[in-house]
């Protein structure tokens, strides 16, 4: 299968093109040089009587063995390179932390050798320390880059490791025989293997199964997704406990699949209640040694493939699984082409700071439960945190046959630790119901015993007294904390606080002006959110409520609204006026203008008219509905459903004649947040309201259950950035 590069070229340097995989190396160095997110870390603990001698030639012999250990990377032209250098001794960096404070003073120089920034042109990419903690107390850590070294290559040093630590312990050469094939053989044998009709084929397959993937899967997260990947992470740990493994180990003896099918399953479901997306791609990392000259090989090996699960939430787990299944084989018997070739062969539409094809990744490897031997000494292995992410969300797992646990690595660019412990705690709740039961996925428990606890209490008690007396009291208390703070967003400019205030000022002088009396009603009939806002504040500082005049309602209605609400006055911004519009129609443009007026005297009883608004009048003729400043405080400044602040950003969608509009307007400027225009047509397509959302980082939204309905079936990912998400007007789908 493979011809011997290694035996036929006699030269000081072995220099060969590198394999793709290395390529994809040296290109992660080359757009991020002081990264470590390619670093293969792995340490010991051992205890007993050490000899540093046996040791030392016991690692000397692996590099020997293995040229892969003893390479570096070059450009050369438009190729990378891999260059072989002859054998040395491993450098044996030793620290003594005898009287150090422990664990500290372990977990930093772990955490530092971790992030070790490797010159990928410099051989050995490989860096171990010896760690002194006490007489007979030592750690091994081990460092190798990626280009070298993968997670079956670990085994492999391990072994070898041990083979030889024990024969040169007593004195004896370790049988050692040379390698049928090194590192080099393979990767030249792969670079023309990608030339075969099996390659093509292969290609062909990916090519078909990828075509129509989804957009980015975007998770639920605490910040914007960076244009630039930094690969900052943190972990999360995951075990399942003896009852749920259990229960996993039945499940996959009756339906006849592994525990790494029923699992992704599982984690395929909660990413689809995550996101509601029904197509939910999720990579893997396969060793790709299938054949056996390369069992006993140390090398960059192993790939990542794309896995598709498609979730219906009204079936059940089992009929999933199978699905998993089949795609999974499937995917595995194309393994072999890389995974670059993939994206080259698909061609995905790229998003920056995105991985193409999949954002989140999922493994489980099984283990022996029994580690590394070496002869009068106790080894255990040690964990060690990287503090890196190559994914958004990694699951990676180890079944040693007694217990399945491992952790969840998440990108911290993206996502804080309440948010993934949750997710953790979301798994194990879920999984416990999909293994309990087949009815429809979408319908399984998600949430925890806490969680439900808070759902069922939320309300409960007395109401929380009202912050203030009027919403002008409330916004002006925003003014004051926050003037230069973004008021409202639209795409002609932004409004700060303290211009919200100077303009709604000069609106409630020209009313007072105008002879307007406390109580009195002020119809608006307004093209741009800002004005709206604007003069909503404007007639209530006035004493007066204002009355929502839609601007595509027809002139009958506009009349009859006015007539039967008592309005002074409408105040309009981009339409005519109406025929027979029985009271004044006054340009906004007019009560902007400097006014000389007084300020009339505050509203100060909470039970004083906010605004009128009215019914569709579906049934006879629009009725009217008055609402007083304290229904809207108690709406807005209640916290048991909804959390609100001076981040908070709210999309104003609704129509302003919809009650709902009360919500989106006076949330934000209430709560110090940013109140944000809606452009013209984008309402109405999910496509764009999906970007929408996206684009102008809108943390809270209403919609309406037809709106949701929709956006949630043909972009169901719409709705991962936001923190609140309400829906209403009507009964939800039961799928939702």
């Known amino acids: 299968m493979f011809s011997g590069v290694s035996d036929v070229v006699d030269t000081e340097q072995l220099v060969a093109k590198a394999s793709p995989a290395q390529a994809r190396a040296w290109l992660a160095q080359q757009l991020d040089p002081t990264g470590s997110t390619y670093n293969v870390p792995f340490a010991l603990q051992l205890s007993g009587p050490l ?8 690692l000397d012999l692996i590099v020997d063995r293995h040229e892969v250990l003893r390479t570096s990377l070059e450009r ?30 372990l977990e930093t120089l772990c955490a530092d050798e971790a992030a070790h920034v490797f010159d990928l042109r410099r051989s050995p990419l490989l860096k171990v320390t010896l760690a002194q903690l006490g007489a007979e107390e030592h750690v091994l850590l081990l460092v190798v880059h990626h280009a070298v070294f993968d997670g079956w290559s670990s085994v492999v040093f391990s072994n070898e490791l041990a083979r030889g630590y024990a024969a040169f312990l007593l004195g004896r050469d370790p049988e050692a025989p040379a390698l049928d094939i090194q590192y080099l053989d393979y990767s030249d044998w792969q670079r023309g293997w990608l030339s075969s009709p099996e390659a093509d084929a292969a290609r062909a397959y990916w090519r078909e199964q990828l075509a129509d993937l989804p ?7 605490d910040r914007r997704r960076p244009t630039v990947e930094r690969h900052r992470g943190a972990v999360v740990p995951v075990a399942l406990d003896p009852r749920r493994l259990a229960a996993v180990r039945a499940f996959c003896q009756r339906e006849g699949v592994t525990p790494f099918v029923t699992l992704l399953s599982a984690f395929a479901v909660l990413l689809h209640r995550y996101t509601g997306r029904a197509d939910v791609p999720i990579g893997t990392v396969v060793a790709n040694r299938g054949h056996p000259q390369v069992g006993s090989l140390i090398g960059f090996l192993a790939n990542t493939v794309v896995l ?28 072999a082409l890389p995974f670059d070739d993939v994206v080259d062969a698909v061609r995905p539409a790229r998003e920056p700071g995105a991985h193409p094809l999949f954002q989140v990744l999922f493994g489980l490897q099984s283990v022996a439960k029994q580690g590394i031997e070496l002869p009068g000494l106790e080894v255990r292995p040690l964990p060690i945190s990287t503090f890196t992410a190559k994914f958004d969300v ?15 690595e998440y990108s911290t660019d993206l996502f804080d630790a309440p948010r993934m412990h949750r997710l953790v705690q979301h798994l194990e709740v879920l999984l416990d119901g999909l293994l309990a039961s087949d009815g429809p996925v979408g319908w399984q428990p998600l949430l925890t015993a806490q969680e439900l606890t808070a759902l069922r209490t939320w309300g409960e008690g007395q109401r929380p007294a009202l912050g203030h007396a009027s919403i002008v009291e409330a916004v002006a208390a925003a003014v004051r904390r926050t003037p230069g703070a973004i008021a409202v967003e639209t795409p002609r400019g932004a409004l700060t606080y303290a211009e919200l205030e100077r303009r709604a000022e000069l609106v409630a002088r020209k009313l007072a002006g105008r002879g307007l009396r406390s109580g009195d009603r002020v119809g608006f009939c307004l093209r741009h959110t800002d004005s709206v806002a604007v ?14 005049l839609d601007l595509a309602a027809p002139d009958a209605r506009l009349s009859a609204i006015a007539r039967d609400s008592g309005a002074a006055l409408a105040i309009v911004e981009g339409r005519p006026r109406p025929e027979g519009f029985p009271v004044d129609w006054v340009p906004l443009a007019q009560l902007e203008s400097s006014a000389d007026e007084a300020l009339p005297a505050p509203v100060t009883s909470a039970q004083a008219l906010a605004y009128v608004v009215y019914t569709s009048g ?16 108690r709406l807005l400044e209640r916290t048991d459903y909804v959390a609100l602040g001076p981040t908070t950003r709210i999309a104003q969608l609704s129509n302003l004649a919809f009650d709902a509009a009360t919500f989106e307007i006076w949330g934000p400027l209430i709560a110090g947040g940013t109140l944000v225009e809606v452009p013209e047509g984008v309402a109405l397509s999910p496509v764009k309201l999906a970007a929408f959302l996206r684009q102008e980082r809108i943390t809270t939204t209403f919609l309406t259950s037809a709106l949701f309905s929709l956006v949630a079936s043909e972009v169901p990912s719409a709705f991962s950035g936001l923190d609140t998400l309400m829906a209403g007007g009507e009964a939800l789908e039961p799928s939702w």
């Open 535 to 548: 003069v909503m504040l404007g007639a209530l500082k006035a004493g007066a409520a204002y009355v929502p």
């Open 51 to 58: 000899d540093v001698g046996a040791l030392q030639k016991s």
């Open 308 to 335: 598709r699960a498609r979730v219906d939430r009204r079936a059940g787990f089992r009929a999933l699984v199978q699905q998993v299944r089949a795609s999974t084989v499937a995917a595995l018997e194309r393994e």
């Open 76 to 105: 050369e032209g438009d190729d990378v390179v891999q260059v072989v250098h002859p054998p040395a001794p491993v450098a044996l960096n030793r620290v003594d932390l005898r009287g150090a404070a422990r664990p500290s003073a």
């Open 215 to 221: 957009p980015v899967l975007e998770l639920p997260a």
């Open 394 to 408: 990694s699951l990676v797992l180890e079944d040693d046959g007694e217990r399945i646990a491992g952790l969840l």
């Open 618 to 633: 579906s049934t006879g003729a629009p009725k009217g509905i008055g609402i007083p400043h304290a229904g809207v405080l």
